[in-house]
C-alpha cells in the first residue's frame, strides 16, 4: 500500500525486452537511490503509480520487470531511456498518511488535456462516478484533490512544489498517465452495485 507522496524523481536508464513465466514484457532499469534505501529482492516500488517488483538492484538503479498485463493496462509501455519517473516505497505502519490509500493498481490510463499547475486530465466516462468534488485520485502515482468535474474529465491545482519533484511538471497535453480511483469509493460502488442485485434477486415482502 502506498499513499501518493512521490518520494523520489527517477530516471529510466533501460527498457528492455524480457521472457518472463508470465510470458513476455519488458524490464524496466531505473536510476535512484531515495527509494533504494531498505529495498532488496523482492520489494515493491511504485513506478508512475504501478506497483513493481525489484528483480535486480545495485546502489544507483534498480530493475523489474513489467508483463503484458501490465503494459496493457499502464502507460509503462511508453517509457524509454531518459524518461523521468515518479516514484514511492509501500507506506510503513508507523508513517503519516499524507496522500491517501493508494494500492498500486492502475484503474485506467488518462490523458492530460491541459498541463499544470491548471491540470485538466481526461478518463474514461465510466468511472468519473467514483470521484467527488474535492475527492482523491491518483495522477501517475500522485496523490491529487479533484474538483470541476465534467462527465469524462476533473480539473486539479498543482502547486509549483508538486510540479519541480514529480512528473507533472513535464507532462504536456495529450500524453497519458495512470489513474488510479479512490479504493473506498471502489468499495462502496461494489456494495451498492451488489445491493442492487440482491434487490433484484429477492425484491422486499409488499406484505411488510
Known sequence: MFTGI???LGTVVASTPVTTEWGAGVRLRIAASTV???????ASIAVNGCCLTVVEFTDSWWAADAVTETLDRTSL??????????????????????????LGHVDAVGTIVSAAPDLVVRIPKDLMHLIVEKGSVTVDGISLTA??????T???????HTMEVTTLGVRKPGDRVNIEMDVLAKH????RVAAARQDRVDPPDPTF
Open 147 to 152: 474538483f470541476d468535474l465534467t462527465h469524462d
Open 188 to 191: 462502496v460502488e461494489r456494495r
Open 6 to 8: 512521490v518520494e523520489e
Open 77 to 102: 509501455g511508453s517509457l524509454v531511456a531518459g524518461s523521468p519517473v515518479n516514484l514511492e516505497r509501500p507506506v510503513r505502519l508507523e508513517d503519516r498518511l499524507g496522500g491517501h490509500i493508494v
Open 36 to 42: 533504494l534505501e531498505g529495498s532488496g529482492f523482492g
Open 154 to 160: 476533473f480539473r486539479v491545482a498543482v502547486i509549483p
